[in-house]
């Protein structure tokens, strides 16, 4: 198994930043790639920001030049770094792993709330 626990959110004024942290522990070598997913009151879950293993990242447009993700491998950690933060923004902010040969999140945190104030 594999635990996930994010740190960082916060209430910042839109313009803002912040940065979210995920402390991986357990089987981490079963762990490939992985990401931020959001969700908004309401609606439903979305991906924010992935990372693979070798480093390759990919991220949803509506955050594309204003997030960053990354991940040390040596301190089993994901960061995101995020900048010019709106309202539409405001959610929980979840930290996923895949396993090995797996497309499927199959690891969670238990959420860290972000609340961007207009």
């Known amino acids: 198994q594999v635990q996930l626990v994010e740190s960082g959110g916060g209430l910042v004024q839109a313009g803002g930043s912040l940065r979210l942290s995920c402390a991986a522990s357990g089987k981490i070598f079963s762990i490939t790639t992985m990401a931020w997913y959001r969700q908004a009151p309401g609606k439903q879950r979305e991906l924010v920001a992935s990372i693979t293993s070798g480093g390759a990242t990919d991220y949803a447009d509506f955050v594309k030049g204003r997030f960053t993700i990354s991940r040390d491998t040596a301190k089993n950690t994901l960061s995101l770094q995020m900048n010019a933060l709106k309202p539409e923004d405001t959610g929980v902010y979840y930290c996923?792993?895949?396993?090995?040969?797996?497309?499927?999140?199959?690891?969670w945190g238990q959420g860290t709330q972000v609340t961007i104030s207009s």
């Open positions: 996923a792993a895949r396993r090995l040969l797996s497309t499927q999140y199959a690891y």
